[in-house]
């Protein structure tokens, strides 16, 4: 498993694509804890939400960053958090989906988080205190986008997310 500086590396090194599978519904990351709490008291999030510098920072460089969020509903304060920055993350490039298992049950899902990346074996993610290994392949798309399955696959502008965040 990678852990602190081994881990930034990753993304200060990967060339192509990069691929989380989140599966958690509340995750503890330190740095986040009081922008969680404004979050709860009603506070908006801040200015870098509307276009994530972090992804914005790879992105620009040609990366790719790609996410599937494996969720239930009804999601949990944690979750309305975290997908409150999706509509930024996906200004700043990013591919995200989202699997509601409220909606369908899928088959064969991991029951832990994962990054891929197109050079490397999976990495684990030692922030988000998750675990999992497997080869990667590049996830490629032309352009980012939100996707939410359930019913059925829809792809939903960024603006439209907003409906997963209340």
Request: net charge positive; with cysteine; hydrophobic share 35%.
């Amino acid at each position: 498993m990678l852990r602190g500086e081994d881990f930034g590396r990753l993304f200060r090194t990967f060339e192509r694509t990069a691929f989380r599978l989140e599966t958690l519904a509340v995750y503890d990351v330190e740095e986040e804890r009081e922008e969680f709490a404004d979050f709860l008291a009603g506070r908006p999030l801040p200015s870098e939400s509307a276009d994530n510098p972090w992804v914005r920072s790879m992105t620009d460089h040609g990366k790719q960053l790609a996410r599937v969020h494996v969720l239930s509903s009804p999601l949990s304060d944690y979750l309305r958090y975290e997908l409150a920055w999706y509509p930024g993350n996906v200004a700043a490039g990013e591919s995200i989906g989202i699997i509601d298992k409220s909606r369908q049950e899928v088959a064969g899902l991991p029951d832990r988080d994962f990054w891929l990346t197109a050079e490397a074996e999976a990495r684990t993610d030692p922030v988000r205190r998750a675990v999992g290994r497997a080869a990667g392949t590049p996830v490629r798309r032309t352009r980012p986008r939100m996707t939410v399955t359930g019913t059925r696959r829809r792809a939903i502008r960024p603006s439209r997310a907003s409906r997963w965040c209340r």
